[in-house]
């Protein structure tokens, strides 16, 4: 064999063995998780679905319709739902027994009997101010309700956010409210988390158990216009928040901390309003969306607006606390 003729077989066995060294691409194993799978749990076109409240106790879901005056109360187990009809846009719904609920309607604060269907006013903070209606509220570790209002026009920081105890005292915490939105607690029961939309900003504050007090108020998260406007809210066992975006068609997790997105989970909504863990371990995340505020592109895009959704995210959640009850 001459020499070129040699060189020339071994730079052929050399391409030959690279070739089958080289692993096909196509062969290559995908490591990045898949997303999680989003589903329907309770298909509904409610026009403004909100305050989603797993109760760990009845293993139900409370949420309400703000405009379609309803209160529902979901279990997932039965795959039923029970209707309550409210004579004024309804807020929010925190259980209170198994059998009553507070609820925030237009003109103050009632009780809701689950089984009579009578209503008893707790409070008529604001009843007179028919520029705001109530909007989102949750209660803190010791059984207050933390409700807010807002102003109908959406425009003035004329609304307040208010602690209401479990015999009727009504106390005035947070002034120069437009929209008053998403509260969670810290799991040590330190720290409180507040939406006023309009802001683009999650606020914390420093909560004290024994008072029931808060104090050294500061900007935890300012929210990118592109994520959509921060609506409902939920904290799960690592205390990272999740977040409805109204206009945003997802839940995103922050962490209050650095500010940092974490996660972001699409829904098939554009206007998704609340969001709470619940189920048997806390693992699932039940989601609120609305029908309303949408154009006729966005209709066609998202016909399950209105519809409340569910997702395994691969977190765990935290019991959220009754009225009256101190967890």
């Not at 003729?5 to 196509?26: Q, R």
């Not at 307040?160 to 040590?188: A, C, F, R």
């Not at 720290?191 to 504050?205: L, V």
Request: one cysteine or more; glycine letters at 8%; a negative charge.
């Amino acid at each position: 064999m001459g020499y070129n003729a040699f060189l020339f077989s071994l730079l052929a066995v050399m391409v030959l063995h690279s070739c089958k060294e080289k692993p096909s691409e196509t062969n290559i194993e995908d490591t990045t998780p898949p997303p999680p799978k989003i589903e329907v749990e309770v298909e509904i076109t409610a026009q403004l679905g909100e305050g989603s409240f797993w109760d760990h106790q009845s293993k139900k879901l409370f949420w309400v319709d703000i405009l379609g005056k309803k209160l529902y109360r979901y279990d997932p187990e039965q795959k039923s739902q029970d209707t309550f009809e409210m004579p004024s846009r309804i807020g929010t719904v925190v259980p209170q027994t198994d059998s009553t609920a507070v609820v925030a309607l237009e003109d103050g604060i009632y009780v809701q009997n689950l089984n009579s269907g009578v209503l008893s006013l707790l409070s008529d903070v604001e009843a007179t101010q028919t520029e705001n209606r109530f909007n989102d509220g949750k209660c803190d570790p010791n059984g207050n309700l933390w409700v807010g209002s807002m102003h109908l026009a959406e425009t003035e920081a004329v609304a307040q956010l208010y602690k209401v105890e479990p015999n009727g005292t009504t106390t005035s915490m947070l002034h120069n409210i437009t929209i008053s939105n998403g509260i969670v607690w810290t799991k040590d029961a330190k720290t409180m988390y507040y939406i006023d939309t309009p802001t683009m900003k999650i606020r914390a504050f420093d909560y004290d158990k024994i008072t029931s007090l808060i104090s050294n108020e500061r900007v935890a998260i300012t929210v990118a216009d592109s994520l959509g406007f921060p609506d409902g809210m939920a904290i799960d066992a690592e205390d990272k928040l999740w977040v409805g975006m109204w206009n945003g068609n997802a839940v995103v997790r922050f962490d209050p901390l650095t500010g940092n997105i974490l996660d972001r989970i699409p829904v098939p909504a554009h206007n998704v309003t609340s969001c709470a863990f619940g189920g048997p371990n806390l693992d699932e995340l039940y989601i609120t969306s609305a029908s309303v505020d949408m154009t006729d592109e966005e209709k066609a895009k998202y016909p399950l607006a209105g519809s409340v959704f569910k997702v395994k995210p691969g977190v765990q959640g935290v019991p959220s606390s009754r009225f009256g009850i101190n967890e």
